[in-house]
Protein backbone atom coordinates (compact mmCIF):
# COMPACT_ATOMS: atom_id res chain seq x y z
CA UNK A 1 0.00 0.00 0.00
CA UNK A 2 1.32 3.40 -1.41
CA UNK A 3 0.49 6.29 1.66
CA UNK A 4 1.48 9.51 0.48
CA UNK A 5 1.54 12.70 2.70
CA UNK A 6 0.99 16.18 0.54
CA UNK A 7 1.95 19.51 1.90
CA UNK A 8 1.68 22.87 0.83
CA UNK A 9 4.64 25.15 0.83
CA UNK A 10 3.97 28.59 -0.39
CA UNK A 11 3.71 27.94 -4.17
CA UNK A 12 5.63 24.29 -4.42
CA UNK A 13 3.92 21.46 -3.74
CA UNK A 14 5.70 18.51 -2.35
CA UNK A 15 5.08 14.82 -2.50
CA UNK A 16 6.49 12.27 -0.29
CA UNK A 17 5.95 8.36 -0.07
CA UNK A 18 6.03 7.14 3.42
CA UNK A 19 6.45 3.74 4.22
CA UNK A 20 3.87 2.04 6.13
CA UNK A 21 5.61 1.61 9.21
CA UNK A 22 6.56 5.55 9.15
CA UNK A 23 3.13 6.29 8.50
CA UNK A 24 2.29 4.43 11.63
CA UNK A 25 4.63 6.05 14.16
CA UNK A 26 3.13 9.64 13.05
CA UNK A 27 -0.41 8.17 13.84
CA UNK A 28 0.26 6.83 16.87
CA UNK A 29 2.17 9.67 18.03
CA UNK A 30 -0.75 12.28 17.21
CA UNK A 31 -3.24 9.67 19.02
CA UNK A 32 -1.14 9.98 21.39
CA UNK A 33 -1.19 13.93 21.46
CA UNK A 34 -4.96 14.22 21.17
CA UNK A 35 -4.78 12.00 24.87
CA UNK A 36 -2.92 14.17 26.61
CA UNK A 37 0.52 13.52 26.16
CA UNK A 38 2.60 16.25 25.31
CA UNK A 39 6.36 14.78 25.73
CA UNK A 40 6.95 11.98 23.45
CA UNK A 41 9.81 9.69 22.91
CA UNK A 42 9.86 7.95 19.84
CA UNK A 43 12.21 4.96 19.02
CA UNK A 44 12.85 3.61 15.54
CA UNK A 45 16.37 1.95 14.74
CA UNK A 46 18.98 2.94 12.36
CA UNK A 47 18.34 3.05 8.94
CA UNK A 48 14.44 3.14 9.53
CA UNK A 49 13.78 6.83 8.43
CA UNK A 50 13.53 8.99 11.15
CA UNK A 51 14.22 12.47 9.31
CA UNK A 52 11.19 12.34 7.11
CA UNK A 53 8.94 11.19 9.87
CA UNK A 54 9.97 14.39 12.07
CA UNK A 55 10.26 16.49 8.41
CA UNK A 56 6.34 15.24 8.02
CA UNK A 57 5.62 15.81 11.47
CA UNK A 58 7.01 19.44 11.08
CA UNK A 59 5.27 19.85 8.04
CA UNK A 60 2.07 19.47 9.14
CA UNK A 61 2.46 21.27 12.56
CA UNK A 62 3.60 24.72 10.04
CA UNK A 63 0.31 24.45 7.47
CA UNK A 64 -1.60 24.78 10.08
CA UNK A 65 0.29 27.85 11.72
CA UNK A 66 2.19 25.95 14.38
CA UNK A 67 5.97 27.46 15.28
CA UNK A 68 8.17 24.60 15.10
CA UNK A 69 11.73 24.78 16.79
CA UNK A 70 14.09 21.18 15.95
CA UNK A 71 17.29 21.11 17.93
CA UNK A 72 20.23 18.96 16.91
CA UNK A 73 23.22 18.19 18.93
CA UNK A 74 25.90 19.19 15.85
CA UNK A 75 26.62 21.01 13.32
CA UNK A 76 27.19 18.62 10.83
CA UNK A 77 23.28 17.66 11.17
CA UNK A 78 22.28 21.24 10.20
CA UNK A 79 22.13 21.27 6.93
CA UNK A 80 21.55 17.80 6.24
CA UNK A 81 18.06 17.56 8.02
CA UNK A 82 17.08 21.29 6.37
CA UNK A 83 17.33 19.89 3.23
CA UNK A 84 14.98 16.78 4.39
CA UNK A 85 12.83 18.77 5.76
CA UNK A 86 12.51 20.94 2.28
CA UNK A 87 11.70 18.22 0.95
CA UNK A 88 8.96 17.14 2.98
CA UNK A 89 7.28 20.71 2.36
CA UNK A 90 8.17 22.44 5.91
CA UNK A 91 7.44 26.50 5.63
CA UNK A 92 10.73 27.42 6.98
CA UNK A 93 9.48 30.93 8.09
CA UNK A 94 7.68 28.72 10.88
CA UNK A 95 10.20 26.66 11.45
CA UNK A 96 14.07 26.40 13.00
CA UNK A 97 16.62 23.85 12.73
CA UNK A 98 19.13 25.12 15.58
CA UNK A 99 22.21 23.50 17.26
CA UNK A 100 21.16 23.13 20.84
CA UNK A 101 23.83 25.05 22.20
CA UNK A 102 23.03 28.12 20.45
CA UNK A 103 19.79 27.84 21.15
CA UNK A 104 20.25 27.90 24.90
CA UNK A 105 22.26 30.58 24.87
CA UNK A 106 19.67 32.99 22.70
CA UNK A 107 16.22 31.93 24.68
CA UNK A 108 15.53 35.31 24.86
CA UNK A 109 15.65 35.84 21.24
CA UNK A 110 13.75 32.33 20.14
CA UNK A 111 10.18 32.79 18.96
CA UNK A 112 8.02 30.80 20.82
CA UNK A 113 7.49 27.41 19.50
CA UNK A 114 4.26 25.26 19.40
CA UNK A 115 6.13 22.12 18.91
CA UNK A 116 9.76 21.27 20.39
CA UNK A 117 11.41 18.33 18.18
CA UNK A 118 14.37 16.67 19.62
CA UNK A 119 16.97 15.06 17.29
CA UNK A 120 18.92 11.65 18.90
CA UNK A 121 16.81 12.10 21.96
CA UNK A 122 18.95 10.06 24.03
CA UNK A 123 21.19 13.79 24.77
CA UNK A 124 17.77 15.33 26.20
CA UNK A 125 18.72 15.23 29.87
CA UNK A 126 21.95 17.08 29.39
CA UNK A 127 21.40 20.51 31.21
CA UNK A 128 21.73 22.42 27.77
CA UNK A 129 17.79 20.54 26.45
CA UNK A 130 16.75 20.96 30.18
CA UNK A 131 17.24 24.73 29.67
CA UNK A 132 15.31 24.66 26.29
CA UNK A 133 12.49 22.53 27.64
CA UNK A 134 12.01 24.64 31.15
CA UNK A 135 11.93 28.07 28.79
CA UNK A 136 9.00 26.97 26.86
CA UNK A 137 6.91 24.41 28.74
CA UNK A 138 3.95 24.53 26.90
CA UNK A 139 5.34 23.51 24.01
CA UNK A 140 4.74 19.87 22.84
CA UNK A 141 8.13 17.94 23.14
CA UNK A 142 8.65 15.39 20.57
CA UNK A 143 11.89 13.18 20.94
CA UNK A 144 13.47 10.97 18.29
CA UNK A 145 15.92 8.31 19.03
CA UNK A 146 16.95 4.27 18.22
CA UNK A 147 18.66 4.39 21.55
CA UNK A 148 16.38 6.00 24.12
CA UNK A 149 19.08 5.55 26.84
CA UNK A 150 22.24 8.02 28.03
CA UNK A 151 25.75 6.64 29.33
CA UNK A 152 25.88 7.66 33.29
CA UNK A 153 22.96 9.31 33.53
CA UNK A 154 19.21 8.48 34.58
CA UNK A 155 16.43 7.47 32.45
CA UNK A 156 14.89 9.45 29.87
CA UNK A 157 11.47 9.78 31.73
CA UNK A 158 12.83 13.28 33.45
CA UNK A 159 12.38 14.67 30.01
CA UNK A 160 9.46 12.31 28.36
CA UNK A 161 6.10 11.15 29.74
CA UNK A 162 5.45 8.40 26.82
CA UNK A 163 7.52 5.71 24.47
CA UNK A 164 6.30 4.71 21.24
CA UNK A 165 8.39 1.81 19.85
CA UNK A 166 8.48 1.37 16.10
CA UNK A 167 9.39 -1.80 14.37
CA UNK A 168 13.07 -3.07 15.40
CA UNK A 169 15.80 -4.14 13.63
CA UNK A 170 15.48 -7.40 12.56
CA UNK A 171 12.29 -6.45 11.26
CA UNK A 172 13.68 -3.87 8.85
CA UNK A 173 16.28 -6.44 7.60
CA UNK A 174 13.76 -8.88 7.30
CA UNK A 175 11.62 -6.33 5.12
CA UNK A 176 14.50 -5.42 2.99
CA UNK A 177 14.48 -2.05 4.18
CA UNK A 178 17.90 -2.84 5.59
CA UNK A 179 20.76 -4.84 4.00
CA UNK A 180 21.54 -8.17 6.05
CA UNK A 181 24.97 -8.38 7.41
CA UNK A 182 28.33 -10.62 8.55
CA UNK A 183 30.04 -9.54 11.46
CA UNK A 184 33.33 -10.69 12.39
CA UNK A 185 35.24 -9.72 15.54
CA UNK A 186 38.90 -9.72 15.93
CA UNK A 187 40.25 -8.25 19.15
CA UNK A 188 43.51 -6.47 18.69
CA UNK A 189 43.20 -3.98 21.99
CA UNK A 190 42.58 -5.16 25.93
CA UNK A 191 40.60 -2.50 27.88
CA UNK A 192 41.76 -3.30 30.71
CA UNK A 193 42.90 -0.90 33.26
CA UNK A 194 41.59 1.93 31.07
CA UNK A 195 40.11 4.45 33.09
CA UNK A 196 35.77 5.16 33.15
CA UNK A 197 35.03 8.96 32.79
CA UNK A 198 31.82 9.38 32.90
CA UNK A 199 30.34 6.43 32.22
CA UNK A 200 32.73 5.97 29.09
CA UNK A 201 36.25 4.74 28.11
CA UNK A 202 38.63 7.96 29.02
CA UNK A 203 39.34 9.15 25.42
CA UNK A 204 43.04 10.13 26.55
CA UNK A 205 43.80 6.77 27.66
CA UNK A 206 42.55 4.84 24.50
CA UNK A 207 44.10 6.96 22.39
CA UNK A 208 47.69 6.06 24.27
CA UNK A 209 45.94 2.06 23.90
CA UNK A 210 45.87 2.29 20.60
CA UNK A 211 49.46 3.64 19.70
CA UNK A 212 50.66 1.22 22.54
CA UNK A 213 49.35 -1.71 20.27
CA UNK A 214 50.18 -0.55 16.68
CA UNK A 215 47.06 -1.32 15.39
CA UNK A 216 47.15 0.43 12.23
CA UNK A 217 48.65 -2.28 9.94
CA UNK A 218 46.01 -4.87 11.56
CA UNK A 219 43.47 -2.81 10.45
CA UNK A 220 44.50 -2.68 6.69
CA UNK A 221 45.51 -6.59 6.83
CA UNK A 222 41.36 -7.02 8.56
CA UNK A 223 40.09 -4.90 5.72
CA UNK A 224 42.51 -6.49 3.12
CA UNK A 225 41.49 -10.04 4.21
CA UNK A 226 37.43 -9.31 4.63
CA UNK A 227 36.48 -6.09 2.55
CA UNK A 228 38.93 -5.80 0.14
CA UNK A 229 37.56 -2.98 -2.77
CA UNK A 230 34.60 -1.96 -0.72
CA UNK A 231 33.45 1.44 0.21
CA UNK A 232 34.33 1.35 4.26
CA UNK A 233 34.30 3.71 7.07
CA UNK A 234 37.11 3.19 9.53
CA UNK A 235 36.01 4.45 13.35
CA UNK A 236 39.28 5.24 15.32
CA UNK A 237 39.96 6.27 18.66
CA UNK A 238 41.36 10.15 18.10
CA UNK A 239 42.55 11.97 15.46
CA UNK A 240 46.23 10.87 15.60
CA UNK A 241 45.06 7.07 15.00
CA UNK A 242 42.62 7.99 11.94
CA UNK A 243 45.49 9.44 10.14
CA UNK A 244 47.67 6.77 10.82
CA UNK A 245 45.17 4.60 9.31
CA UNK A 246 43.85 6.86 6.89
CA UNK A 247 44.49 7.20 2.96
CA UNK A 248 41.65 9.94 3.79
CA UNK A 249 40.52 11.45 7.07
CA UNK A 250 37.61 13.39 8.47
CA UNK A 251 36.85 14.70 11.77
CA UNK A 252 34.80 17.58 13.12
CA UNK A 253 37.50 20.39 12.54
CA UNK A 254 38.10 19.63 8.68
CA UNK A 255 36.98 22.01 6.45
CA UNK A 256 33.69 22.04 4.75
CA UNK A 257 34.56 22.24 1.44
CA UNK A 258 37.32 19.60 1.85
CA UNK A 259 34.68 17.18 3.46
CA UNK A 260 31.95 17.52 0.81
CA UNK A 261 34.50 16.82 -2.05
CA UNK A 262 36.16 13.55 -0.23
CA UNK A 263 32.18 12.30 0.38
CA UNK A 264 31.89 12.83 -2.97
CA UNK A 265 34.72 10.78 -4.70
CA UNK A 266 33.72 7.99 -2.01
CA UNK A 267 30.23 8.31 -3.31
CA UNK A 268 31.55 7.85 -6.86
CA UNK A 269 34.41 5.21 -5.91
CA UNK A 270 37.35 7.36 -6.07
CA UNK A 271 37.84 6.59 -2.79
CA UNK A 272 37.35 3.87 -1.20
CA UNK A 273 38.19 4.32 2.41
CA UNK A 274 37.30 7.11 5.43
CA UNK A 275 38.71 6.80 8.56
CA UNK A 276 37.09 9.44 10.53
CA UNK A 277 36.53 10.48 14.49
CA UNK A 278 32.89 10.25 15.10
CA UNK A 279 31.68 12.31 12.18
CA UNK A 280 30.24 9.96 10.58
CA UNK A 281 27.94 8.46 13.66
CA UNK A 282 24.35 10.05 14.76
CA UNK A 283 21.79 10.68 12.19
CA UNK A 284 24.72 11.27 10.04
CA UNK A 285 23.88 10.54 6.14
CA UNK A 286 26.96 8.33 5.06
CA UNK A 287 26.50 7.27 1.40
CA UNK A 288 27.12 3.86 -0.34
CA UNK A 289 29.02 2.63 2.55
CA UNK A 290 29.49 -1.05 2.30
CA UNK A 291 31.74 -1.63 5.30
CA UNK A 292 32.34 -0.41 8.69
CA UNK A 293 35.19 -1.08 11.06
CA UNK A 294 35.55 -0.79 15.00
CA UNK A 295 38.52 0.58 16.31
CA UNK A 296 37.29 2.48 19.19
CA UNK A 297 36.22 0.72 22.23
CA UNK A 298 33.11 2.10 23.75
CA UNK A 299 30.38 1.28 26.69
CA UNK A 300 28.09 3.36 24.81
CA UNK A 301 25.44 1.38 23.37
CA UNK A 302 24.01 4.42 21.49
CA UNK A 303 27.73 5.54 19.41
CA UNK A 304 28.07 1.24 19.44
CA UNK A 305 24.65 1.02 17.50
CA UNK A 306 24.97 4.13 15.06
CA UNK A 307 28.93 3.06 13.91
CA UNK A 308 28.47 -0.83 13.70
CA UNK A 309 24.78 -0.27 11.35
CA UNK A 310 26.12 2.34 9.52
CA UNK A 311 26.85 0.28 6.41
CA UNK A 312 23.01 -1.51 6.04
CA UNK A 313 21.77 0.65 3.95
CA UNK A 314 19.03 -1.45 1.75
CA UNK A 315 20.27 -2.24 -1.82
CA UNK A 316 19.91 -5.24 -3.71
CA UNK A 317 21.95 -8.41 -2.94
CA UNK A 318 24.10 -5.83 -0.42
CA UNK A 319 25.60 -7.86 2.77
CA UNK A 320 26.75 -5.24 4.67
CA UNK A 321 30.21 -6.35 6.59
CA UNK A 322 31.40 -4.97 10.06
CA UNK A 323 34.91 -5.55 11.34
CA UNK A 324 35.31 -5.35 14.75
CA UNK A 325 38.73 -5.07 16.01
CA UNK A 326 37.68 -3.94 19.79
CA UNK A 327 35.27 -6.42 21.07
CA UNK A 328 32.55 -4.20 21.21
CA UNK A 329 30.45 -6.92 20.02
CA UNK A 330 30.71 -8.69 23.60
CA UNK A 331 29.62 -5.79 25.80
CA UNK A 332 26.42 -4.56 23.42
CA UNK A 333 25.80 -8.04 21.25
CA UNK A 334 24.76 -7.59 17.43
CA UNK A 335 23.20 -4.69 16.15
CA UNK A 336 19.99 -6.46 15.64
CA UNK A 337 20.00 -7.93 18.82
CA UNK A 338 16.03 -7.77 20.25
CA UNK A 339 16.44 -5.21 22.90
CA UNK A 340 13.62 -3.76 25.82
CA UNK A 341 13.75 -0.01 25.92
CA UNK A 342 11.99 1.81 28.54
CA UNK A 343 11.78 5.40 30.22
CA UNK A 344 13.39 4.37 33.62
CA UNK A 345 16.72 4.97 35.04
CA UNK A 346 18.78 1.96 34.62
CA UNK A 347 19.74 -0.01 37.59
CA UNK A 348 23.81 0.33 38.19
CA UNK A 349 24.09 -3.05 39.01
CA UNK A 350 22.50 -4.60 36.01
CA UNK A 351 24.69 -6.18 33.56
CA UNK A 352 24.31 -6.97 29.61
CA UNK A 353 23.13 -10.27 28.73
CA UNK A 354 25.15 -10.74 25.64
CA UNK A 355 23.65 -13.63 23.38
CA UNK A 356 26.50 -13.79 21.11
CA UNK A 357 29.22 -17.12 20.02
CA UNK A 358 32.23 -16.51 17.50
CA UNK A 359 33.06 -19.47 15.02
CA UNK A 360 36.98 -20.29 15.74
CA UNK A 361 37.46 -20.73 12.30
CA UNK A 362 36.28 -17.49 10.17
CA UNK A 363 35.82 -14.97 13.99
CA UNK A 364 32.17 -14.23 12.37
CA UNK A 365 30.07 -13.62 15.34
CA UNK A 366 26.75 -15.38 15.19
CA UNK A 367 23.84 -15.68 17.64
CA UNK A 368 24.26 -17.67 20.60
CA UNK A 369 21.85 -20.05 19.78
CA UNK A 370 23.86 -21.14 15.97
CA UNK A 371 24.29 -24.70 15.55
CA UNK A 372 26.41 -24.17 12.01
CA UNK A 373 28.77 -21.16 11.13
CA UNK A 374 27.05 -19.44 8.43
CA UNK A 375 30.06 -18.11 7.10
CA UNK A 376 32.76 -20.90 7.01
CA UNK A 377 30.02 -24.35 7.70
CA UNK A 378 31.68 -24.78 11.12
CA UNK A 379 29.82 -26.93 13.07
CA UNK A 380 29.98 -26.25 16.64
CA UNK A 381 29.80 -28.87 19.29
CA UNK A 382 27.24 -29.31 21.76
CA UNK A 383 28.91 -28.55 24.75
CA UNK A 384 29.82 -25.50 22.69
CA UNK A 385 26.67 -24.68 22.37
CA UNK A 386 25.71 -25.20 25.76
CA UNK A 387 28.20 -23.02 27.32
CA UNK A 388 27.24 -20.15 24.62
CA UNK A 389 23.39 -20.09 26.17
CA UNK A 390 24.39 -20.82 29.92
CA UNK A 391 27.30 -18.67 30.14
CA UNK A 392 27.34 -14.61 29.72
CA UNK A 393 30.22 -13.95 27.33
CA UNK A 394 33.08 -11.83 28.58
CA UNK A 395 35.26 -9.89 26.74
CA UNK A 396 38.37 -11.45 26.31
CA UNK A 397 42.41 -10.70 25.35
CA UNK A 398 42.74 -12.20 21.44
CA UNK A 399 46.15 -11.93 20.97
CA UNK A 400 47.70 -12.18 17.03
CA UNK A 401 49.25 -15.42 17.87
CA UNK A 402 46.32 -17.05 19.03
CA UNK A 403 44.26 -15.53 15.80
CA UNK A 404 46.69 -17.31 13.92
CA UNK A 405 46.90 -20.41 15.68
CA UNK A 406 42.72 -20.72 14.96
CA UNK A 407 43.59 -20.57 11.82
CA UNK A 408 42.90 -23.68 9.16
CA UNK A 409 45.72 -25.61 8.08
CA UNK A 410 44.92 -24.49 4.54
CA UNK A 411 45.69 -20.80 5.39
CA UNK A 412 49.15 -21.28 5.14
CA UNK A 413 48.25 -20.73 1.22
CA UNK A 414 46.70 -17.34 2.05
CA UNK A 415 50.05 -16.26 3.25
CA UNK A 416 52.29 -14.27 0.74
CA UNK A 417 55.31 -13.14 2.57
CA UNK A 418 58.43 -15.59 4.55
CA UNK A 419 57.76 -13.39 8.06
CA UNK A 420 54.10 -14.26 7.88
CA UNK A 421 54.78 -17.79 7.43
CA UNK A 422 57.13 -17.71 10.22
CA UNK A 423 54.39 -16.46 12.46
CA UNK A 424 51.95 -18.81 11.57
CA UNK A 425 54.12 -21.45 12.01
CA UNK A 426 55.24 -20.48 15.84
CA UNK A 427 51.48 -20.22 16.13
CA UNK A 428 50.61 -23.68 15.27
CA UNK A 429 54.22 -24.68 17.01
CA UNK A 430 54.94 -26.72 13.76
CA UNK A 431 58.92 -27.46 13.33
CA UNK A 432 60.73 -24.20 11.49
CA UNK A 433 61.93 -26.53 8.33
CA UNK A 434 57.82 -26.60 7.35
CA UNK A 435 58.57 -22.62 6.47
CA UNK A 436 60.90 -23.32 3.98
CA UNK A 437 59.05 -26.17 2.68
CA UNK A 438 55.64 -24.39 2.25
CA UNK A 439 58.08 -21.15 1.14
CA UNK A 440 59.33 -23.38 -1.66
CA UNK A 441 55.63 -24.82 -2.26
CA UNK A 442 54.51 -21.23 -2.44
CA UNK A 443 57.15 -19.52 -4.72
CA UNK A 444 57.68 -17.00 -1.65
CA UNK A 445 60.84 -15.77 -1.67
CA UNK A 446 63.70 -16.97 1.32
CA UNK A 447 66.16 -14.93 3.15
CA UNK A 448 69.74 -15.71 1.56
CA UNK A 449 70.53 -16.38 5.39
CA UNK A 450 68.73 -19.98 4.96
CA UNK A 451 70.46 -21.08 1.64
CA UNK A 452 72.10 -23.83 3.93
CA UNK A 453 68.96 -24.58 5.42
CA UNK A 454 67.83 -25.55 1.99
CA UNK A 455 70.76 -27.59 0.40
CA UNK A 456 70.18 -29.99 3.55
CA UNK A 457 66.78 -30.11 3.04
CA UNK A 458 67.17 -30.86 -1.01
CA UNK A 459 64.84 -28.22 -1.20
Not at 55 to 73: D, P, Q, Y
Not at 93 to 111: A, Y
Not at 299 to 306: D, E, F, H, N
Not at 346 to 359: D, I, P, Y
Amino acid sequence: MKDYYKIMNKTEVKEVELRPYQQDLINRTRQQITQGKKSICVVLGCGGGKSVIQGMIAASATTKGNRVLFIVHRKELCEQITDTFRMCGVDFELCSVEMVGTVSRRLDKIPTPAVIITDEAHHSLAATYRKIYDKFPDAIRLGFTATPCRLGSGGLGEIFDSLIEGVSTKWLIDSHYLAPYKYYSIKLADVKGVRVTHGEYNQSDIAQLMEKNMIYGSTVDEYIRLANGKRTIVYCASVEASKHTAAEHLDGETDKNRRANIIGQFRAGQITVLCNVDLFGEGFDVPDCECVMLVRPTKSLTLYIQQSMRSMRYKPDKTAIIIDLVANVYTHGLPDEPREWTLKAKRHTAQNKVTVRQCPVCFCVLPSTSKICSECGYEFQKQERAEAEQLDMEMKELTPEEILKAKPYDYYKDISTFDEMKRFQRAKGYKFAWVIHKCVELGISIPDKYNNMRRIMGV
